[in-house]
């Protein structure tokens, strides 16, 4: 078996490689510096996990974001794909307030630091371009207290 990853990030890349190597894990796991639209799609891989890029894609992208992945995916392959969402627009008009205001306005630490060109979506919108793209959703799962 062998695992890929890939990211934007070098110091990530770097912390990932050293704990590959230091697991001993050299021979079989590997980390690139790599956009994910500029991965080969003659490369077929089992399973696919993206851990906060949804983010990231924003509604203008998700559609190919989504379709890529699938390309990617050999047939019954499966993908996790976890990141933040929002809430559909209207539980956003009932529910925010000056405190989603506050963490979300521009120059914000959030804006700044940790989502400088974030676009969450709500998850409705996620399961129907993955639906679309050709996925099955099998499992949504939240931690968002109700």
Not at 11 to 32: F, M, P, T
Not at 95 to 104: E, H, I, T
């Amino acid at each position: 078996m062998q695992a890929l990853g890939i990211t934007l990030s070098p110091r990530q890349a770097e912390l990932a490689r050293e704990k590959i190597r230091l697991e001993g894990l050299d021979e079989r796991c590997r980390v690139e510096i790599l956009d994910y639209r500029a991965l080969a799609e003659e490369q077929h891989f089992d399973k696919i996990v993206s851990v906060g890029m949804v983010e990231h894609v924003g509604r203008s992208q998700i559609r190919s974001y989504l379709a890529k992945l699938f390309r990617l995916l050999k047939p019954g392959g499966l993908l996790l794909n976890h990141g933040i969402t929002t809430q559909p627009l209207a539980l956003q008009r009932e529910r925010s307030g000056v405190a989603g205001a506050v963490l979300w306005r521009e120059g914000s630490f959030i804006a700044r630091c940790i989502f400088p060109d974030a676009e969450l979506l709500p998850l409705g919108e996620i399961v129907h371009e993955s639906e679309r793209a050709g996925f099955e959703t099998a499992d949504v799962e939240t931690l968002r207290r109700q």
